[in-house]
């Protein structure tokens, strides 16, 4: 489906300056990889980010002492000049979240684990959302697949009708205490999954007469053009039908890198941008495609969208990749130099879960909560594991999202703090506090001893 054939407009919600949904333009976001307590260098980053073309900031809370130093960010930033809406990301405790919605222009939570018990839960989100109806302030109820909560799986298991119903009950909350400045995410590393569960969501929200707006994303997509190609393959096949009001592209790099590529998004399902590509072969099951691409990035990016869709719904099988593409130095290439076509259809074809030429990696982007160089650490593990073809390997900042999210991983590596790390095999710890000289190397020799 057409997105702008899709005449069922999502309500509206207004975070600060900015709307999002109601068919107004698909807002991009990203998140500071700063510590919120390092005032400096969050307010530094903020600006750079705000600079780039981010609509919307997020930073992490993880302590009520953080609250202050968002109070003393977002002043910084006002007093700049620099109005872009601030978003606090808050787990596991709900009286960050209230502090936090009297600070910024909208609070994340994650329902998974807002509150341990699910009747005080409830209680402490009714005191949130009287807070933030005071305040002007927006709630994100930010779902991930990883940190569903017991009490969910146990009836609906580890699946994206899960994620559907965990959101359904929380819209309910929220209907409930007559509060409607909501968006909504339900996130996932596995792309079929992540589209899935938004696709459930969106179809009941239709069915009830009532859309809230939708944040799309791949949760721990990755770096590189792999963490480009998987967040590209999940977030288009759902903007494509209309679904999704804002996106946030998760890489485990610095989240100035995010903005360009959500941006693309934004542009060519906005009607902004179109693909390069100036023809199509459909054959059966098979589709050859060739593309004229003013660049390698917009090929990369055309490609992951043009087809990523088709290959999750597995209306095709096979695809095949044709034409050229202008270089840096102004000279156009041949998209099947060095191999480049053959290794873009590799790694579309991976994420979209359809043919694993190498091992699947999920890596967080980083945030404040996390206390080692994870970049560094996540490309040496991949560098180190790359003949591991077909295996599922994590890498994750620390535990607020890391054990769950990485539940489907068949080892794992997260950060503690410290210096040191937690290995997990599958959902099991088997070593913790080990220092992160030597981590790496006993993921390893236990991956080699399995």
Known sequence: ???????????????????????????????????????????AQCVRLHNAGASLIRLTVPSIAQVESLREIKSRLRNMGIDTPLVADVHFSSEIA??????????????????????????QFARLVSVCKKNGTAIRIGLNHGSLGERITNLYGNTPLAMKEAVLEWLQLCEDNDFNNVVISLKASNTFVMTEAYRLLFKEMQKRGKIFPLHLGVTEAGNGDAGRIKSAVGISALLSEGIGDTVRVSLTEIPENEIPVAQYLSDRYGRRLHSSMVSLNLDSKKAIATYDAPSKERLLLDFSCDFGKRLLDKEIDEVEIKGTYVGENGQRIDVSADGYAAYLVDEVMQAARRRFYRPEYIACPGCGRTMYNLENTFNEVKQRTAHLKGMVIAVM????????????????????????????????????????????????????KK
């Open 397 to 448: 900042g620390c535990i607020v999202n890391g054990p769950g999210e990485m539940a489907d991983a068949d080892w794992g590596y997260v950060g503690e703090g410290n210096g040191m790390v937690s290995i997990y095999k599958g959902k099991e710890p088997v070593l913790r506090h080990v220092s992160e000289s030597e981590a790496i190397d006993k993921l390893l020799e236990l991956i080699e």
């Open 1 to 43: 489906m057409d997105r702008m054939n899709n005449v069922t407009k999502s309500m509206t919600v207004k975070v600060g300056n900015v709307t999002i949904g109601g068919g107004n333009p698909i807002v991009v976001q990203t998140m500071c990889n700063t510590h919120t307590s390092d005032v400096e260098a969050s307010v």
């Open 98 to 123: 209230i502090a936090c919605a009297e600070v910024v222009e909208k609070v994340r939570i994650n329902p998974g684990n807002f509150h341990k018990d699910h009747e005080k839960a409830k209680e």
